[in-house]
Protein backbone atom coordinates (compact mmCIF):
# COMPACT_ATOMS: atom_id res chain seq x y z
CA UNK A 1 0.00 0.00 0.00
CA UNK A 2 2.96 2.06 0.32
CA UNK A 3 4.43 1.40 -2.49
CA UNK A 4 1.58 2.14 -4.09
CA UNK A 5 1.01 5.54 -2.86
CA UNK A 6 4.25 6.21 -3.20
CA UNK A 7 4.91 5.77 -7.01
CA UNK A 8 1.54 7.64 -7.60
CA UNK A 9 3.08 10.27 -5.71
CA UNK A 10 6.22 9.72 -7.58
CA UNK A 11 4.06 10.32 -11.26
CA UNK A 12 2.69 13.60 -9.82
CA UNK A 13 6.04 15.09 -8.82
CA UNK A 14 7.94 14.05 -12.02
CA UNK A 15 4.70 15.83 -13.94
CA UNK A 16 4.82 18.95 -11.89
CA UNK A 17 8.29 19.12 -11.64
CA UNK A 18 8.48 19.16 -15.67
CA UNK A 19 5.80 21.49 -15.92
CA UNK A 20 7.73 23.79 -13.61
CA UNK A 21 10.66 23.77 -15.55
CA UNK A 22 9.30 24.54 -18.87
CA UNK A 23 7.27 27.86 -17.42
CA UNK A 24 10.75 28.34 -16.13
CA UNK A 25 12.22 28.39 -18.89
CA UNK A 26 9.68 29.90 -21.11
CA UNK A 27 9.62 33.01 -18.84
CA UNK A 28 13.37 33.40 -18.45
CA UNK A 29 16.34 32.66 -20.53
CA UNK A 30 20.05 32.14 -20.39
CA UNK A 31 20.56 31.89 -16.78
CA UNK A 32 23.78 31.41 -15.12
CA UNK A 33 24.52 28.17 -13.56
CA UNK A 34 23.26 29.08 -10.16
CA UNK A 35 20.36 30.70 -10.98
CA UNK A 36 19.06 27.45 -12.87
CA UNK A 37 20.29 25.48 -10.20
CA UNK A 38 17.60 27.14 -7.52
CA UNK A 39 15.53 27.14 -10.45
CA UNK A 40 15.48 23.78 -10.49
CA UNK A 41 15.78 23.27 -7.12
CA UNK A 42 12.63 25.74 -6.42
CA UNK A 43 10.62 23.73 -8.62
CA UNK A 44 11.11 20.18 -7.62
CA UNK A 45 10.23 21.54 -3.80
CA UNK A 46 7.16 23.13 -5.03
CA UNK A 47 6.61 20.21 -7.20
CA UNK A 48 6.59 17.45 -4.18
CA UNK A 49 4.99 19.61 -2.01
CA UNK A 50 2.06 20.21 -4.20
CA UNK A 51 2.19 16.77 -5.35
CA UNK A 52 0.67 16.34 -1.69
CA UNK A 53 -2.33 18.16 -2.45
CA UNK A 54 -2.16 20.05 1.00
CA UNK A 55 -2.68 17.13 3.41
CA UNK A 56 0.33 17.80 5.15
CA UNK A 57 1.53 20.64 6.97
CA UNK A 58 5.04 20.96 6.35
CA UNK A 59 3.74 21.16 2.23
CA UNK A 60 1.34 23.83 2.72
CA UNK A 61 4.23 25.63 4.48
CA UNK A 62 6.66 25.06 1.90
CA UNK A 63 4.74 26.59 -0.97
CA UNK A 64 3.34 29.45 0.96
CA UNK A 65 7.19 30.15 1.89
CA UNK A 66 8.06 29.69 -1.55
CA UNK A 67 5.09 32.58 -2.27
CA UNK A 68 6.48 35.12 0.23
CA UNK A 69 9.31 35.60 -2.96
CA UNK A 70 7.60 38.17 -5.95
CA UNK A 71 9.07 36.33 -8.61
CA UNK A 72 8.42 33.04 -7.67
CA UNK A 73 4.65 33.68 -7.25
CA UNK A 74 3.87 33.52 -10.95
CA UNK A 75 5.61 30.41 -11.39
CA UNK A 76 3.94 29.07 -8.04
CA UNK A 77 0.27 29.74 -8.93
CA UNK A 78 1.11 28.87 -12.78
CA UNK A 79 2.72 25.31 -11.47
CA UNK A 80 -0.43 25.10 -8.90
CA UNK A 81 -3.24 25.65 -10.90
CA UNK A 82 -6.14 27.86 -9.20
CA UNK A 83 -6.48 24.67 -6.69
CA UNK A 84 -4.62 26.09 -3.87
CA UNK A 85 -5.36 29.88 -4.28
CA UNK A 86 -7.32 30.84 -0.95
CA UNK A 87 -5.94 28.12 1.43
CA UNK A 88 -2.32 29.19 1.74
CA UNK A 89 -3.07 32.52 2.33
CA UNK A 90 -5.25 31.45 5.42
CA UNK A 91 -2.77 28.85 6.64
CA UNK A 92 0.20 31.73 6.22
CA UNK A 93 -2.19 34.26 8.65
CA UNK A 94 -2.47 31.27 10.88
CA UNK A 95 1.35 30.39 11.10
CA UNK A 96 1.80 33.95 11.89
CA UNK A 97 -0.58 34.01 14.80
CA UNK A 98 0.60 30.37 15.52
CA UNK A 99 4.34 31.52 15.63
CA UNK A 100 3.12 34.42 17.76
CA UNK A 101 1.60 32.15 19.98
CA UNK A 102 4.66 29.97 19.86
CA UNK A 103 7.10 32.60 21.40
CA UNK A 104 4.60 33.67 23.79
CA UNK A 105 4.52 29.70 24.91
CA UNK A 106 8.79 29.50 25.02
CA UNK A 107 9.00 33.21 27.01
CA UNK A 108 6.65 32.06 29.79
CA UNK A 109 8.40 28.39 29.45
CA UNK A 110 11.51 30.11 30.43
CA UNK A 111 10.57 32.75 32.78
CA UNK A 112 8.47 29.37 34.65
CA UNK A 113 11.70 27.54 34.30
CA UNK A 114 14.09 30.65 35.64
CA UNK A 115 11.97 30.80 38.79
CA UNK A 116 11.37 26.95 39.41
CA UNK A 117 15.26 26.80 39.26
CA UNK A 118 16.10 29.62 41.79
CA UNK A 119 13.59 27.74 44.12
CA UNK A 120 15.27 24.28 43.54
CA UNK A 121 18.51 23.68 44.06
CA UNK A 122 18.83 20.36 45.78
CA UNK A 123 16.53 17.96 43.99
CA UNK A 124 17.80 18.56 40.39
CA UNK A 125 21.02 16.22 41.72
CA UNK A 126 19.02 13.50 42.17
CA UNK A 127 16.78 13.84 38.79
CA UNK A 128 20.33 14.63 36.89
CA UNK A 129 19.82 11.93 34.63
CA UNK A 130 15.84 12.63 33.72
CA UNK A 131 16.99 16.37 33.52
CA UNK A 132 20.16 15.58 31.32
CA UNK A 133 17.68 13.35 29.02
CA UNK A 134 15.16 16.12 28.47
CA UNK A 135 17.79 18.58 28.01
CA UNK A 136 19.02 16.66 25.18
CA UNK A 137 15.51 15.85 23.59
CA UNK A 138 14.39 19.48 23.71
CA UNK A 139 17.62 20.71 21.90
CA UNK A 140 16.93 18.04 19.47
CA UNK A 141 13.53 18.82 18.81
CA UNK A 142 14.60 22.52 18.50
CA UNK A 143 16.79 21.43 15.49
CA UNK A 144 14.59 18.65 14.06
CA UNK A 145 11.88 22.08 13.94
CA UNK A 146 14.45 23.90 12.06
CA UNK A 147 14.95 21.56 9.71
CA UNK A 148 11.26 20.11 8.94
CA UNK A 149 9.52 23.08 6.67
CA UNK A 150 6.74 24.68 8.96
CA UNK A 151 8.20 23.13 12.14
CA UNK A 152 8.31 25.98 14.35
CA UNK A 153 4.54 26.05 14.53
CA UNK A 154 4.22 22.36 15.37
CA UNK A 155 3.73 20.51 18.75
CA UNK A 156 6.04 17.85 19.14
CA UNK A 157 4.07 14.89 17.97
CA UNK A 158 2.62 16.34 14.53
CA UNK A 159 6.06 17.20 14.42
CA UNK A 160 7.07 13.71 14.29
CA UNK A 161 4.44 12.80 11.63
CA UNK A 162 5.00 15.77 9.71
CA UNK A 163 8.96 15.04 9.71
CA UNK A 164 8.11 11.41 8.99
CA UNK A 165 5.98 12.38 6.00
CA UNK A 166 8.67 14.73 4.82
CA UNK A 167 11.57 11.97 4.39
CA UNK A 168 9.25 10.04 2.75
CA UNK A 169 9.08 12.61 -0.13
CA UNK A 170 12.60 13.83 0.13
CA UNK A 171 13.49 10.15 -0.79
CA UNK A 172 11.36 10.02 -3.74
CA UNK A 173 12.84 13.72 -4.61
CA UNK A 174 16.24 12.24 -4.35
CA UNK A 175 15.78 9.35 -6.71
CA UNK A 176 14.00 11.12 -9.16
CA UNK A 177 16.58 13.31 -9.52
CA UNK A 178 19.07 10.62 -8.94
CA UNK A 179 17.89 8.59 -11.73
CA UNK A 180 17.74 11.61 -14.08
CA UNK A 181 21.61 12.13 -13.21
CA UNK A 182 22.26 8.98 -13.97
CA UNK A 183 20.62 8.75 -17.38
CA UNK A 184 22.48 11.99 -18.38
CA UNK A 185 25.76 10.09 -17.07
CA UNK A 186 24.94 6.81 -18.98
CA UNK A 187 23.72 9.75 -22.09
CA UNK A 188 26.71 11.29 -21.98
CA UNK A 189 28.66 8.31 -22.16
CA UNK A 190 27.29 6.83 -24.83
CA UNK A 191 27.77 9.61 -26.91
CA UNK A 192 30.95 10.05 -26.35
CA UNK A 193 31.36 6.56 -28.04
CA UNK A 194 29.30 7.72 -31.02
CA UNK A 195 31.12 11.05 -31.89
CA UNK A 196 34.20 8.76 -30.98
CA UNK B 1 26.79 10.80 48.66
CA UNK B 2 24.66 10.50 51.31
CA UNK B 3 22.40 13.27 49.86
CA UNK B 4 19.15 11.12 50.25
CA UNK B 5 16.99 12.65 52.95
CA UNK B 6 15.32 10.09 55.36
CA UNK B 7 11.81 10.53 56.50
CA UNK B 8 10.41 10.37 60.34
CA UNK B 9 9.09 6.50 60.03
CA UNK B 10 12.67 5.83 59.52
CA UNK B 11 12.29 5.26 63.31
CA UNK B 12 10.36 2.42 63.29
CA UNK B 13 12.65 0.72 61.34
CA UNK B 14 15.28 1.79 63.55
CA UNK B 15 13.50 -0.52 65.87
CA UNK B 16 13.76 -3.18 64.15
CA UNK B 17 17.28 -3.20 63.50
CA UNK B 18 17.61 -3.06 67.23
CA UNK B 19 16.16 -6.26 67.12
CA UNK B 20 17.89 -7.72 63.88
CA UNK B 21 21.01 -5.97 63.97
CA UNK B 22 22.02 -5.17 60.17
CA UNK B 23 25.83 -6.20 59.32
CA UNK B 24 25.43 -3.06 56.56
CA UNK B 25 24.35 -0.61 58.60
CA UNK B 26 27.54 1.23 60.26
CA UNK B 27 27.05 2.52 63.78
CA UNK B 28 28.22 5.74 62.65
CA UNK B 29 24.03 5.16 60.72
CA UNK B 30 23.03 4.41 64.37
CA UNK B 31 22.51 7.73 65.53
CA UNK B 32 21.63 9.07 62.66
CA UNK B 33 18.73 7.06 63.17
CA UNK B 34 17.49 8.48 66.05
CA UNK B 35 17.06 11.62 64.43
CA UNK B 36 14.03 13.13 62.87
CA UNK B 37 15.41 13.83 59.81
CA UNK B 38 17.42 10.85 58.74
CA UNK B 39 20.47 10.66 55.68
CA UNK B 40 20.50 7.24 54.25
CA UNK B 41 23.59 5.12 52.67
CA UNK B 42 22.84 5.15 48.98
CA UNK B 43 21.81 1.50 49.31
CA UNK B 44 20.02 1.95 51.78
CA UNK B 45 17.05 0.27 50.36
CA UNK B 46 19.28 -2.86 49.28
CA UNK B 47 19.29 -3.74 53.04
CA UNK B 48 15.88 -2.65 53.83
CA UNK B 49 14.86 -5.24 51.56
CA UNK B 50 17.03 -7.45 53.56
CA UNK B 51 16.33 -6.07 56.31
CA UNK B 52 12.36 -6.84 55.62
CA UNK B 53 12.95 -10.38 54.43
CA UNK B 54 14.18 -11.01 57.83
CA UNK B 55 11.57 -9.01 59.27
CA UNK B 56 8.22 -11.19 58.21
CA UNK B 57 7.16 -11.12 61.75
CA UNK B 58 3.16 -11.80 62.42
CA UNK B 59 2.42 -8.32 63.42
CA UNK B 60 0.45 -7.27 60.40
CA UNK B 61 0.85 -3.79 61.17
CA UNK B 62 4.80 -4.31 61.40
CA UNK B 63 4.32 -5.87 58.29
CA UNK B 64 2.96 -3.00 56.36
CA UNK B 65 5.13 -0.70 58.23
CA UNK B 66 7.49 -2.29 56.31
CA UNK B 67 6.71 -2.22 52.75
CA UNK B 68 5.74 1.44 53.82
CA UNK B 69 9.17 1.73 54.44
CA UNK B 70 10.46 -0.37 51.50
CA UNK B 71 8.49 1.59 49.05
CA UNK B 72 9.05 5.25 50.41
CA UNK B 73 13.09 4.57 50.16
CA UNK B 74 12.21 5.94 46.62
CA UNK B 75 11.02 8.78 48.50
CA UNK B 76 14.45 9.39 49.62
CA UNK B 77 15.19 11.09 46.25
CA UNK B 78 11.71 13.41 46.78
CA UNK B 79 12.32 16.12 49.02
CA UNK B 80 9.04 17.30 48.49
CA UNK B 81 7.26 14.29 50.25
CA UNK B 82 9.44 14.73 53.35
CA UNK B 83 6.25 16.11 55.48
CA UNK B 84 3.88 13.54 53.62
CA UNK B 85 5.60 10.55 54.87
CA UNK B 86 5.93 11.93 57.66
CA UNK B 87 2.62 12.28 57.87
CA UNK B 88 2.20 8.66 56.43
CA UNK B 89 4.39 7.49 59.02
CA UNK B 90 1.78 8.39 61.80
CA UNK B 91 -1.05 6.88 60.08
CA UNK B 92 0.82 4.12 59.44
CA UNK B 93 -0.28 3.01 63.11
CA UNK B 94 -3.85 4.35 62.82
CA UNK B 95 -4.05 1.52 59.87
CA UNK B 96 -5.35 4.19 57.37
CA UNK B 97 -5.13 1.62 54.26
CA UNK B 98 -6.69 3.41 51.11
CA UNK B 99 -4.07 6.64 51.30
CA UNK B 100 -0.95 4.66 52.06
CA UNK B 101 -2.09 2.34 48.99
CA UNK B 102 -1.95 4.90 47.18
CA UNK B 103 0.93 6.61 48.04
CA UNK B 104 2.71 3.72 47.99
CA UNK B 105 2.31 3.30 44.52
CA UNK B 106 2.74 6.80 43.58
CA UNK B 107 6.58 6.05 45.03
CA UNK B 108 7.11 2.60 43.89
CA UNK B 109 6.37 4.45 39.86
CA UNK B 110 9.06 7.21 41.27
CA UNK B 111 11.16 4.39 42.55
CA UNK B 112 10.87 2.80 39.18
CA UNK B 113 11.59 5.15 37.20
CA UNK B 114 14.00 6.55 39.21
CA UNK B 115 15.87 2.96 39.14
CA UNK B 116 15.68 2.86 35.42
CA UNK B 117 16.93 5.75 34.75
CA UNK B 118 19.77 5.61 37.24
CA UNK B 119 20.99 2.28 35.45
CA UNK B 120 20.75 3.48 31.17
CA UNK B 121 21.26 6.90 31.02
CA UNK B 122 20.85 8.02 27.66
CA UNK B 123 19.10 4.76 26.14
CA UNK B 124 15.99 4.40 28.74
CA UNK B 125 14.22 7.59 28.57
CA UNK B 126 11.52 5.93 26.46
CA UNK B 127 11.78 2.50 27.64
CA UNK B 128 11.70 4.13 31.03
CA UNK B 129 8.69 5.95 30.03
CA UNK B 130 6.93 3.02 28.53
CA UNK B 131 7.07 0.98 31.65
CA UNK B 132 6.62 3.99 33.74
CA UNK B 133 3.40 3.53 31.84
CA UNK B 134 2.58 -0.29 32.52
CA UNK B 135 3.09 0.23 36.07
CA UNK B 136 0.88 3.29 36.20
CA UNK B 137 -1.82 1.02 34.07
CA UNK B 138 -1.72 -1.69 36.47
CA UNK B 139 -2.00 0.45 39.41
CA UNK B 140 -3.89 3.67 38.71
CA UNK B 141 -3.57 6.97 40.02
CA UNK B 142 -4.57 9.70 42.74
CA UNK B 143 -4.85 12.42 40.17
CA UNK B 144 -6.18 10.72 37.47
CA UNK B 145 -6.95 12.87 34.40
CA UNK B 146 -3.56 14.79 34.23
CA UNK B 147 -1.67 11.47 34.24
CA UNK B 148 -3.98 9.72 31.83
CA UNK B 149 -3.34 12.56 29.52
CA UNK B 150 -0.03 12.25 29.37
CA UNK B 151 0.31 8.63 29.26
CA UNK B 152 -1.60 9.05 26.22
CA UNK B 153 0.29 11.61 24.86
CA UNK B 154 3.52 9.58 25.59
CA UNK B 155 2.13 7.21 24.25
CA UNK B 156 1.61 8.75 21.05
CA UNK B 157 4.83 9.74 20.37
CA UNK B 158 6.73 6.70 21.49
CA UNK B 159 4.31 4.95 18.78
CA UNK B 160 5.61 7.48 15.89
CA UNK B 161 9.01 7.46 17.32
CA UNK B 162 8.59 3.81 15.87
CA UNK B 163 7.26 4.50 12.39
CA UNK B 164 10.38 6.19 12.12
CA UNK B 165 12.74 3.65 13.33
CA UNK B 166 11.16 1.58 10.05
CA UNK B 167 11.83 4.47 7.62
CA UNK B 168 14.90 6.07 8.92
CA UNK B 169 17.58 3.35 8.19
CA UNK B 170 19.61 2.08 10.86
CA UNK B 171 17.29 3.21 13.40
CA UNK B 172 16.71 0.28 14.58
CA UNK B 173 19.08 -0.44 16.56
CA UNK B 174 18.93 2.91 18.22
CA UNK B 175 16.86 3.33 21.28
CA UNK B 176 15.85 6.27 23.39
CA UNK B 177 14.12 9.59 21.92
CA UNK B 178 17.08 11.38 21.66
CA UNK B 179 19.52 9.16 19.72
CA UNK B 180 16.47 8.79 17.08
CA UNK B 181 15.90 12.07 16.95
CA UNK B 182 19.21 12.49 16.31
CA UNK B 183 19.34 9.69 13.74
CA UNK B 184 16.24 11.36 12.49
CA UNK B 185 17.57 14.86 12.22
CA UNK B 186 21.27 13.27 10.14
CA UNK B 187 19.18 11.54 7.49
CA UNK B 188 16.68 14.68 7.26
CA UNK B 189 20.18 16.99 6.64
CA UNK B 190 21.09 14.16 4.40
CA UNK B 191 18.39 14.01 1.53
CA UNK B 192 18.31 17.87 1.91
CA UNK B 193 21.95 18.08 1.05
CA UNK B 194 21.68 15.54 -1.75
CA UNK B 195 18.69 17.54 -3.76
CA UNK B 196 20.93 20.68 -3.59
CA UNK B 197 23.58 18.71 -4.71
CA UNK B 198 21.37 17.04 -7.43
CA UNK B 199 19.70 19.93 -8.58
CA UNK B 200 23.20 21.29 -9.15
CA UNK B 201 24.09 18.47 -11.15
CA UNK B 202 21.26 19.00 -13.29
CA UNK B 203 21.97 22.55 -13.93
CA UNK B 204 25.96 22.12 -14.79
CA UNK B 205 24.58 19.39 -17.43
CA UNK B 206 22.47 21.10 -19.46
CA UNK B 207 24.94 24.05 -20.35
CA UNK B 208 22.39 25.74 -22.53
CA UNK B 209 19.13 24.13 -21.93
CA UNK B 210 18.33 23.71 -18.46
CA UNK B 211 14.90 22.88 -18.83
CA UNK B 212 13.18 20.04 -20.63
CA UNK B 213 10.87 21.77 -22.23
CA UNK B 214 13.62 22.60 -24.77
CA UNK B 215 15.19 19.41 -24.54
CA UNK B 216 12.25 17.61 -25.68
CA UNK B 217 11.79 20.18 -28.41
CA UNK B 218 15.07 19.02 -29.59
CA UNK B 219 14.31 15.49 -29.20
CA UNK B 220 11.52 15.88 -31.38
CA UNK B 221 13.63 17.29 -33.85
CA UNK B 222 16.19 14.75 -33.80
CA UNK B 223 14.17 11.48 -33.81
CA UNK B 224 15.85 8.89 -35.84
CA UNK B 225 19.28 9.45 -35.70
CA UNK B 226 19.14 9.44 -31.89
CA UNK B 227 16.64 6.63 -31.88
CA UNK B 228 18.42 4.18 -34.00
CA UNK B 229 21.92 5.04 -32.69
CA UNK B 230 21.50 5.06 -28.80
CA UNK B 231 17.99 3.51 -28.07
CA UNK B 232 18.39 0.22 -29.74
CA UNK B 233 20.89 -0.89 -28.60
CA UNK B 234 19.78 -0.04 -25.78
CA UNK B 235 16.06 -0.61 -25.27
CA UNK B 236 14.65 -4.20 -25.48
CA UNK B 237 11.43 -3.60 -24.38
CA UNK B 238 7.93 -2.55 -25.68
CA UNK B 239 8.34 1.13 -24.25
CA UNK B 240 10.68 1.46 -27.14
CA UNK B 241 7.59 -0.70 -29.73
CA UNK B 242 5.40 2.39 -28.70
CA UNK B 243 7.72 5.12 -28.40
CA UNK B 244 8.89 4.54 -32.40
CA UNK B 245 5.26 4.29 -33.21
CA UNK B 246 4.59 8.10 -31.30
CA UNK B 247 7.78 9.10 -32.65
CA UNK B 248 7.05 7.98 -36.24
CA UNK B 249 3.84 9.45 -36.78
CA UNK B 250 5.90 12.84 -35.71
CA UNK B 251 8.89 12.07 -38.04
CA UNK B 252 7.44 13.05 -41.35
CA UNK B 253 6.32 16.50 -39.99
CA UNK B 254 9.29 17.68 -38.27
CA UNK B 255 12.31 16.01 -39.09
CA UNK B 256 13.00 17.91 -42.60
CA UNK B 257 12.03 21.04 -41.35
CA UNK B 258 13.32 21.92 -37.67
CA UNK B 259 16.32 20.46 -38.71
CA UNK B 260 17.67 22.87 -40.23
CA UNK B 261 16.12 24.79 -38.37
CA UNK B 262 17.66 24.52 -34.49
CA UNK B 263 21.28 22.84 -35.74
CA UNK B 264 22.60 24.92 -32.08
CA UNK B 265 20.30 23.35 -30.43
CA UNK B 266 20.60 19.91 -31.42
CA UNK B 267 24.58 19.69 -31.34
CA UNK B 268 24.36 21.20 -27.87
CA UNK B 269 21.85 18.89 -26.88
CA UNK B 270 23.21 15.92 -28.21
CA UNK B 271 23.93 14.94 -24.98
CA UNK B 272 20.52 15.53 -22.95
CA UNK B 273 18.27 14.87 -26.39
CA UNK B 274 17.15 11.79 -24.84
CA UNK B 275 17.82 12.26 -21.69
CA UNK B 276 14.24 11.73 -20.96
CA UNK B 277 13.94 9.11 -23.62
CA UNK B 278 16.86 7.78 -20.78
CA UNK B 279 14.53 8.45 -18.59
CA UNK B 280 12.20 5.98 -19.53
CA UNK B 281 14.56 3.21 -19.89
CA UNK B 282 16.27 3.70 -16.66
CA UNK B 283 13.33 1.05 -15.02
CA UNK B 284 14.96 -1.39 -17.29
CA UNK B 285 18.52 -0.09 -16.92
CA UNK B 286 17.94 -0.07 -13.04
CA UNK B 287 15.34 -2.74 -13.00
CA UNK B 288 14.26 -2.04 -9.57
CA UNK B 289 10.89 -3.81 -10.01
CA UNK B 290 7.53 -3.31 -10.70
CA UNK B 291 6.90 0.25 -9.33
CA UNK B 292 9.38 1.20 -11.34
CA UNK B 293 8.44 0.05 -15.11
CA UNK B 294 4.68 1.59 -14.43
CA UNK B 295 6.52 4.61 -13.74
CA UNK B 296 8.12 4.29 -16.89
CA UNK B 297 5.70 3.81 -19.04
CA UNK B 298 3.25 6.11 -17.59
CA UNK B 299 6.19 9.01 -17.94
CA UNK B 300 6.67 7.90 -21.43
CA UNK B 301 2.90 8.10 -22.08
CA UNK B 302 3.13 11.87 -20.28
CA UNK B 303 6.14 12.81 -22.23
CA UNK B 304 4.27 11.75 -25.74
CA UNK B 305 1.92 14.34 -24.69
CA UNK B 306 4.47 17.07 -23.76
CA UNK B 307 6.64 16.47 -27.27
CA UNK B 308 3.27 16.26 -29.17
CA UNK B 309 2.53 19.92 -27.95
CA UNK B 310 5.69 21.38 -27.75
CA UNK B 311 6.41 19.97 -31.36
CA UNK B 312 3.13 21.01 -32.72
CA UNK B 313 4.37 24.84 -31.04
CA UNK B 314 7.48 24.31 -32.80
CA UNK B 315 5.96 23.84 -36.29
CA UNK B 316 3.85 26.38 -36.01
CA UNK B 317 6.39 29.18 -36.08
CA UNK B 318 7.12 27.74 -39.55
Known sequence: MKMHTSSKLRKEFIKKWVKGLQICCSSKKNMDILERKKKIKLCADIALASAKNETTLWSIALISEAKKDDENKILVDNLLGPESRFKPRMTNRQMIACHKRVRSKKILKKSRHVCQKMKKMGPPKSNLAAYIAKKLVKRRTQVLKRLVPGGESMDKFSLIKEALDYILSLRIQVDVMRTLVNANEVLNQSDSKIYN | ?318
Open chain 2, 1 to 318: MAAFSHQQHQSFFLDQTVLFPNPNTTAACFPQFHQPHNHAVHGYHHDQASVANKLQSPDSSMSMVLDDQKVESGNELLAKKRKDKQMLAHHAQSKDTSNKVKKQKKTIDYQEEKKKKNTKKGSSEEEGAVGYIHVRARRGQATDSHSLAERVRREKISERMRLLQAIVPGCDKVTGKALMLDEIINYVQSLQNQVEFLSMKLASVNPMLYDFGIDLDSFMLKPDENMSNMVLPIMPSLQQCSLNEGVATLAPTTTNDNCNYLPQLIDSSAATNSLLFQQEHMPNILSQGNEHELWGVDEQRLKLDNRFALSNNLTSFH
